[in-house]
Structures are given as C-alpha cells and as structure tokens.
C-alpha cells in the first residue's frame, strides 16, 4: 500500500539507514557472520527457462512490494516479472535475513560511492574495478536492481524448504517495510 507515511519514512530512511549500518557493523563485529558465505544450493539456483512452471508478477513501489509475500512449493521454478512502479531504485532480491543484512552494506556502500542515487544506478561506475577484480555490478541470478518504470525477469528454481525472503536491499528500503516472506508449502 502506497502510503505518505511510508513515503516518509522512505526519505529519512537514508539518515536511518546510516545509523543501522554502524549499529550492524559493531553487531557483527563481536557477533557471528551467519550464514551469509553459506551455498549458494541453500537458497535454490539460477533456473533454466525451460523448467518455468509459473509466473509470478511483482511490482515494486516506494516502499512496498505487491504482493506482500509469495508461496511456492519446493524444487519449483519460477518466472518472477519484476516492475519497478515507483519514483526510486528498487531491488528484487531472494535470500535470507543474513544475506539481505549482507547486502544492504554493500548498498551503501554503492550508494557512498555514487554508483547508485535515489532514482538512478550510475552503469559506468558500478563496473569499475574496485580493486580487488570485483565490481559493484549486480548480475547475481537471485535479484534485479530496477530504476524508476523498468521491468526485468529473474528465473529462480528453489530447492528445500529454507526461511527465505524477497527484499530490496537499497538503503533504507528494508527497514521501511519491502520485505516479504517467500513460503513453502
Ligand atoms: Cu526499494
């Protein structure tokens, strides 16, 4: 649901965001790292076009995802057609908690950085080399990452049942509520 107050607390998400990010970083300093270099097996794999047996539609807003969650069954591949209808970046993501908590980091990061605005991804900055061979460049087979009015398709074949969840992970967002729970049954 398309709310002002969600719309509010999307823009002091940012400030909020910053403030989590250090809380998250001291937690896991003296914490445990969770499952976050876990396999990729535990959350499903890339699936092949072939295999599709249902389409599901998501459509991203500020802040929200419709629908709220999903069910699927396990071993199933799935076409997720993924619109973004809001005035912001917005990510469809599938992992856990941890690997969502991961990446909201590496999010803020990209956002310090300047590869990723409120409204737009900077291309040509998120493939630069940071050093270390790596870019910020996001080509995981588990998410998109969609400017204002684009649309893109994610083919996912989920595997056992696991506590999994669709999220976006753009600073701020997952706090204000785009989150939603991928069930099994
Ligand atoms: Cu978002």
Redesign the pocket.
């Known amino acids: 649901m398309k709310t002002i107050s969600s719309r509010l607390a999307l823009l002091s998400g940012y400030s909020l965001a910053a403030i989590m990010m250090v809380a998250s970083s001291l937690a896991s300093a003296s914490g445990s790292h969770g499952d976050e270099h876990a396999p990729k097996t535990s959350i499903g794999e890339a699936g092949q076009k072939s295999d599709v047996t249902r389409t599901i539609e998501i459509t ?1 807003g500020d ?1 929200y995802f419709e629908p709220e969650n999903i069910s699927i069954k396990k071993g199933e591949t799935i076409r997720f057609v993924v619109k973004n209808d809001g005035d ?1 970046v ?2 469809f993501n599938i992992g856990t908690a941890a690997m969502h908590a991961n990446h909201q980091k590496e999010m803020m990061m990209m956002m310090e950085h300047g590869a990723l605005e409120a409204d737009k991804i900077n291309h040509k900055m998120m493939k630069m080399d940071m050093g270390d061979g790596k870019s910020m460049q996001h080509d995981d087979p588990n998410s998109v990452l969609l400017e204002p009015s684009k649309s893109a398709e994610v083919i996912w074949k989920f595997g056992e049942k696991t506590k999994l969840e669709f999220a ?1 992970n ?1 600073p701020g ?1 997952y706090e204000s509520g ?1 989150m939603g729970e991928i069930r099994f049954n």
């Open positions: 991203m802040s912001f917005h990510e976006c753009v967002h785009m």
